[in-house]
Every structure is written in structure tokens, then in C-alpha cells.
């Protein structure tokens, strides 16, 4: 099989028209492919056998194949989502049976479906989305309680995968690129919950700022798009509460 050069639709219906977007940061195209149909197949198991049967140089990302490693994410039809976890009849347009993969939104791509997801883990270092702790590893490891309600308050957002998903379905980001986005401020609110961690005073201060939680309009684009059913939104909402103040039992 060989890529179409147009957007002609298979009448075949165990074979799918799948439009890809190919090109880099410069500029690019979609490009039709043709793909056997198959039993619960996933939009990347689409991709990979494109890249394996018609086109070796089709560039995108994945690992684990089983929703953990949070690489895969792509635009589905006009809307970001894990890939590896997404199957194509869920996503197909029965009406014209289009499938079309295009790179996630708001980050740069670097070939074909393949983004470059630097600014967005950027964003979760200048969020203080890390742990920093008092203890030497010579120390045994500080214990938070799990029944605390500052442990359960963070039980969910803790379950990201840095997939990108929420980021690429955000508004915000899209009319403030500077905006830290639903994930950074999801793990700066999992952090702020954390009682062993030093740098309480700052992470607010650097969650507090133009680019910060109070830049959130609530739309809930993330909240409804997280492939893990976390809730940034709600996360956001818990570090606009702060107000500007470390929460307590922060050790600084
Ligand atoms: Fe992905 Fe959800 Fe984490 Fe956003 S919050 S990066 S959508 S897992």
C-alpha cells in the first residue's frame, strides 16, 4: 500500500482512510494512508502500522503501549488524547469515516506527530513541581500519613503521566503561552499538600504570579479531556484558595 496523494475516502469498509499530518516546526501537510481495519485496534496501533507497512520515516513517540508512560498523546480528530488507550471506533466519524492524527496543540513539533514537550515539563520546574526534602539519604524516608486529609487531598493528581493532554486542550495556554498550564499547577498543588517538602513559600509565590492558577477561566477543557479522570481544575481551584499564603505545616 501506498499513501494516496489526495483526501479520496476508502468505500472499503475494512480498510481505513487515516489523514496524518507530516511536516516539521516550518510548515506540512496532511498525507492519506490506507490501513486494514482490525478488531479492537487503538489510533496507535494505526500509527505504527504505517510507519512499519507504508512509510518508515512517519516520526511520533510512544513506550509503554499500556497508559502509563503518558507518550503517545496525539489530536484525534480535533482533539488531544492518549492514543495507545483510544480505540478508532470510538473516535471515528462514522458519517464520512475519516480518521485524521495531527501533533499535540500548543507545543512545537519536531516531525510529523512528534512534539517537543520541553516547555511543557519547563513549566512544571518553574511551578515547583518538585520535591524538595529536609532528609539525607542516610535518613529513613520521611512518612506522610495516608489517612491525613492533606495525603488524600492529593490522591488523584498524584496519578499523572505527564501526557500533555490537559496542556494541549487548554485555552489559556493558547492565549498566554507564558500560562503554566493545568499539569504544571496539578503537580504544584500535589506539592503544596506535601508536609516534608522545604520550598512551600516559594511554590506559591511561583504559582501566584500572571502565569499562575489565578489565570485559570475554568473552562475545564482539562477536566474533561484527562485520560487518567484526574480534575486539574479542581487542583487549581485548591491552589487559588492559598490566596498567596504557604499552606500549613509547610516546613519553612
Ligand atoms: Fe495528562 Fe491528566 Fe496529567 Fe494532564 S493531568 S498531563 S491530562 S494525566
Redesign the pocket.
Known amino acids: 500500500m501506498t499513501p494516496m496523494g489526495d483526501k479520496r475516502l476508502s468505500s472499503d469498509t475494512n480498510t481505513l482512510s487515516v489523514s496524518v499530518w507530516r511536516g516539521d516546526g516550518a510548515g506540512g501537510k496532511f498525507e492519506i494512508f490506507q490501513v486494514p481495519s482490525q478488531e479492537s485496534q487503538t489510533i496507535l496501533d494505526v500509527v505504527v502500522w504505517i510507519q512499519q507497512k507504508i512509510d518508515a520515516s512517519l516520526a511520533y513517540r510512544y513506550a509503554c503501549r499500556v497508559g502509563m508512560c503518558?507518550s503517545c498523546?496525539m489530536t484525534v480528530n480535533g482533539r488531544a488524547r492518549?492514543t495507545c488507550r483510544t480505540h478508532v471506533t470510538k473516535v471515528l466519524r462514522h458519517a464520512d469515516d475519516v480518521l485524521e492524527i495531527a501533533p499535540l496543540n500548543h507545543l512545537p513539533v519536531v516531525k510529523d506527530l512528534a512534539t517537543d514537550m520541553t516547555g511543557f515539563f519547563d513549566k512544571w520546574r518553574d511551578a515547583k513541581g518538585y520535591f524538595a526534602g529536609q532528609r539525607t539519604r542516610a535518613e529513613p524516608a520521611a512518612r506522610v500519613d495516608p489517612a491525613s486529609p492533606a495525603r488524600k487531598a492529593v490522591d488523584a493528581g498524584i496519578?499523572?503521566?505527564?501526557?500533555?493532554?490537559?496542556?494541549a486542550s487548554c485555552d489559556v495556554v493558547a492565549w498566554n503561552p507564558d500560562y503554566l498550564g493545568?499539569?504544571a499547577l496539578?503537580r504544584a498543588w500535589t506539592l503544596v499538600n506535601d508536609v516534608r517538602d522545604t520550598q512551600q513559600q516559594a511554590r506559591v509565590a511561583a504559582i501566584s504570579n500572571d502565569a499562575g492558577c489565578h489565570s485559570c477561566h475554568t473552562l475545564g477543557s482539562?477536566t474533561e479531556?484527562?485520560?487518567?479522570s484526574?480534575a486539574?481544575t479542581a487542583s487549581i481551584a485548591g491552589l487559588k484558595r492559598l490566596n498567596g499564603k504557604a499552606p500549613q505545616g509547610a516546613l519553612e
Open positions: 503518558g498523546a492518549w496519578e499523572c503521566i505527564g501526557c500533555g493532554v490537559c496542556y493545568p499539569a496539578n482539562c479531556r484527562c485520560p487518567k484526574l486539574p
